[in-house]
């Protein structure tokens, strides 16, 4: 096989198992051990203070890992690891992208996005954050959504349709 395939597959698998790596740290890092570092991204905007949340603090953590690939995959016989912080790297771009500017828009870009996928992630978003607390949480991820934030609106406005016409 291409040595570039394989680069390839390495930098997807790391990308994808990123998703279910941030699912995990969110669920039982951010909503269990380090909640006072999460907490304030749960709080409305009005009872922040500044541009920087405390939460801002997990982008260094997971930032750390895949600047380890990148030292030792390049220092060492082991190049393939560089490929598994490149994945990392992408996924936290994936992430930044996606969170922080087109969910809580705390850039002015990317804010016309309108596709099926982009509004299940928006509703699978904002029903994790209906929950201001530490318990109870549902939808950590943020790639993979679940079924029922899909056509959501499409359900509502035909069940309000067929309302109408009793």
Not at 93 to 106: E, K, N
Request: glycine letters at 8%.
């Amino acid at each position: 096989m291409a040595t570039w395939l394989i680069y390839t597959l390495i930098t997807l698998a790391a990308y994808v198992g990123m998703e279910f790596m941030a699912w995990f740290t969110h669920k039982y890092v951010m909503h269990g051990l380090l909640w006072q570092w999460h907490e304030d991204h749960h709080r409305p905007k009005h009872e922040k203070n500044g541009f920087f949340e405390k939460n801002d603090r997990f982008f260094l953590v997971f930032a750390l890992p895949s600047m380890f690939c990148y030292i030792y995959g390049s220092l060492s016989p082991h190049f393939w690891v560089l490929f598994v912080g490149v994945g990392i790297s992408l996924y936290g771009l994936t992430y930044f992208l996606i969170h922080d500017v087109y969910i809580h828009q705390r850039f002015p870009w990317f804010r016309q996005l309108d596709s099926p996928f982009s509004r299940a992630i928006l509703r699978a978003h904002g029903a994790h954050h209906a929950k201001t607390g530490k318990e109870d949480g549902e939808s950590f991820g943020l790639l993979v959504v679940h079924p029922k934030f899909f056509g959501r609106r499409n359900r509502q406005k035909q069940a309000g349709d067929s309302s109408e016409q009793k």
